[in-house]
């Protein structure tokens, strides 16, 4: 979505925060560039979704002077850890900068809503470009493009949800811890922390770190029942559902 108005100017990054992959940035110093700045979390399933349009953003247009940011706020205590939070963002293979909002003071700097959250500021650093949720990748790479003054073919779609004239269907909503029964999505995800096995429906997932993993993924939207066993030395956090096209 583009900002009401160029008067929204960049809040700065917190000194005392600490960063997973570089030694420090400051807001300030980034002027004369985009900056695009990704509010997100490796335990929430919309963020994973999310992360490989800004990993591919960051490879295309870094060279033109984008800086790609993320902002790693946590929704569950285990991402609270920093160490953790440094192996989720090697594990994932995110090379552009992350600080690690342990507290959400980033978070209420901005007076985020939800994750993602995507914000896209200008050479002067103010806001040109916002978007909460999954979705709007075109329009966020064209709002890049305009800003770099530069054309390119733009990032395909990943999946058919994706797509900027998708309809999409509304999925069961997340439930806390472990979930059996019925659902309508796209898409089944689990939160999980420690390690052992999971079944779910009868298949059976090891797991190995804490994170959001995907279960079952769908053509399109579509009603099926869950049944997850949830092994020792396992917690499920939380069972979160993804759209799907009607």
Request: some cysteine; hydrophobic content about 35%; glycine content about 8%.
């Amino acid at each position: 979505m583009r900002a009401p108005a160029d008067t929204i100017p960049a809040p700065p990054f917190l000194t005392h925060l600490r960063w997973a992959n570089v030694s420090s940035l400051r807001m300030d110093r980034q002027l004369g560039k985009p900056v695009l700045i990704e509010f997100w979390d490796f335990c929430r399933p919309n963020s994973l979704r999310t992360l490989p349009y800004l990993k591919a953003w960051h490879e295309r247009y870094e060279q033109h002077g984008l800086r790609v940011v993320g902002i790693h706020s946590p929704g569950f205590d285990l991402g609270r850890e920093k160490q953790t939070v440094k192996d989720a963002v090697a594990r994932l293979g995110v090379d552009y900068p992350v600080l690690i909002d342990t507290d959400l003071e980033m978070w209420r700097e901005y007076e985020n809503q939800g994750w993602p959250a995507r914000y896209l500021f200008d050479q002067h650093s103010m806001l040109f470009h916002y978007h909460y949720g999954e979705g709007a990748y075109l329009e966020t790479e064209l709002a890049i493009q305009e800003l770099l003054g530069c054309e390119r073919e733009p990032f395909e779609p990943l999946r058919p949800e994706d797509s900027q004239d998708a309809e999409l269907a509304v999925q069961t909503e997340d439930q806390p811890s472990a979930y059996s029964g019925p659902y309508e999505a796209g898409g089944v995800w689990v939160v999980l922390d420690g390690t052992g096995t999971l079944l779910a429906n009868g298949a059976e997932l090891t797991v190995s770190h804490p994170g959001a993993y995907p279960l079952i993924e769908h053509e399109r939207h579509t009603a099926g029942v869950l049944e997850l066993q949830v092994g020792d030395g396992l917690q499920c956090l939380a069972t979160c559902f993804t759209p799907g096209i009607v």
